[in-house]
């Protein structure tokens, strides 16, 4: 996981502060914007563990505190519901600026809501999906029932939610009376996912049928069935992150992985402008080779050395697990560490030459199972003889010649 603090200014002119969060193996192939919920920020654990979600099948996901809350500048005071809205559509101008423009909205609660407005508003947004929404933002009013009356003659009120203080003025309640949901996703022309859980006790579960029942095709419905509102078990959350991505992958561009055909085992494919990110093709199998990032690599998999340590500790363990199996031993699991280097050989000529290194792997093998101490010594000394180690040991030669 690559994670870094990024700021932009919002259509008021306040530094809004956001994490962009970004595939842990691969580029992204899409980016992605959440809005979090009334009064949330951005590092809420459902919006992390959603985020985590999308980033493990290589979306890159922006999350920020809307305007007045957490480290965004501003007066939540003299916020509203289009506030967020407009923040999001600065947001979405961030990405577009400075990376990509975004293909996917993601909101929470109220944010879900400001999702649908902004999708309508933001040409790059391919699919919306919804977690808890309003139906109509207005809905969050009932948040606010015992002060509304202050409000209303005062012009503003001091209302704890959720354990913290909060100044809501009466512009707040009179921009949530002009936005219609139900309008703006009957023409918003884009994959919408609605998720909601029937125990939803802070927004009811009639909301997500109303979102629905507005909007056009494509649209889906997912039930988060005895998750919370704020998703706080992190199961609910998790799994609303794999959802999302799952579904949002039919809607938005996701270039494929080149197939490679070889009468080969093994292949790596690499293009000028990929780095040292190989494409890999092991067997039946696909996968991404790379270099750390202190060579210049990014770190996407596992170095071309580490492959080989991977391939002998592997084939350790299938040689010492047949071995047992075919001897009757109580072997009940087993864990070989590898790692590789050059190291001064234990034996040799010139030792005194500073030069004088050798290939060293260093293998460390653990046992699980009731083993004596001869049994032990023979599963070592078995484990040197694994094809791989025999081939690492033994004259090798590697014959290349050109693909016409």
């Not at 999308?54 to 922006?62: D, E, I, M, Y």
């Not at 809350?69 to 509203?80: P, R, V």
């Not at 040197?384 to 081939?391: F, G, M, R």
Request: charged share 25%; aromatic share 6%.
């Amino acid at each position: 996981m690559s994670l870094s603090k990024v700021t932009f200014t919002s259509t008021e002119g306040q530094t809004l502060s956001g994490r962009l969060e970004l595939p842990p193996d691969q580029h992204p192939h899409n980016f992605a914007l959440f809005a979090h919920c009334f009064t949330c920020n951005k590092n809420l654990g459902a919006v992390r563990n959603i985020s985590r979600g999308l980033t493990a099948l290589g979306f890159a996901v922006l999350r920020f505190d809307f305007t007045g809350l957490g480290e965004s500048e501003g007066d939540f005071a003299d916020t509203n519901f289009s506030g967020n809205v407009e923040d999001l559509v600065a947001a979405a101008d961030f990405l577009e600026k400075e990376h990509q423009a975004p293909s996917l909205l993601v909101g929470h609660s109220l944010g879900g809501a400001a999702a649908i407005f902004a999708a309508a508003q933001i040409k790059s947004v391919k699919a919306v999906a919804t977690i808890g929404a309003p139906s109509n933002p207005k809905h969050v009013t009932h948040l606010l029932k015992n002060n509304i009356e202050e409000i209303k003659a005062n012009g503003k009120a001091i209302v704890n939610l959720s354990g913290r203080d909060f100044t809501i003025k009466k512009q707040f309640l009179d921009d949530l009376d002009t936005k219609s949901l139900p309008e703006v996703a009957k023409n918003l022309n884009k994959a919408l996912l609605v998720m909601h859980s029937p125990q939803d006790a802070t927004v009811a579960i009639k909301n997500a049928e109303e979102i629905y029942v507005a909007a056009r095709h494509p649209k889906s419905f997912v039930t988060l069935d005895g998750a919370d509102h704020l998703l706080m078990q992190k199961d609910d959350s998790v799994y609303a992150g794999k959802v999302i991505a799952g579904w949002s992958s039919r809607y938005v561009n996701i270039p494929d992985t080149p197939k490679i055909n070889s009468q080969h085992h093994v292949v790596a494919s690499l293009g000028n402008e990929e780095g040292f990110t190989t494409q890999m093709k092991v067997g039946n199998h696909y996968m991404v080779a790379d270099e750390p990032e202190n060579v210049g690599g990014h770190d996407f998999g596992p170095s071309p050395y580490e492959l080989v340590s991977a391939g002998l500790s592997a084939c350790t363990a299938m040689t010492i697990k047949m071995y047992a199996a075919r001897k009757e031993w109580d072997v009940e699991h087993v864990e070989v560490h590898t790692s590789y280097g050059k190291d001064h050989a234990t034996d040799c000529e010139n030792c005194e030459d500073p030069s004088a290194k050798i290939d060293t792997f260093e293998r460390e093998i653990k046992l699980d199972g009731n083993l004596d101490e001869k049994q032990i010594a023979k599963i070592l000394e078995i484990a040197d003889k694994c094809p791989v180690h025999k081939t690492l040991h033994s004259e090798t030669q590697v014959i290349t010649k050109l693909i016409q």
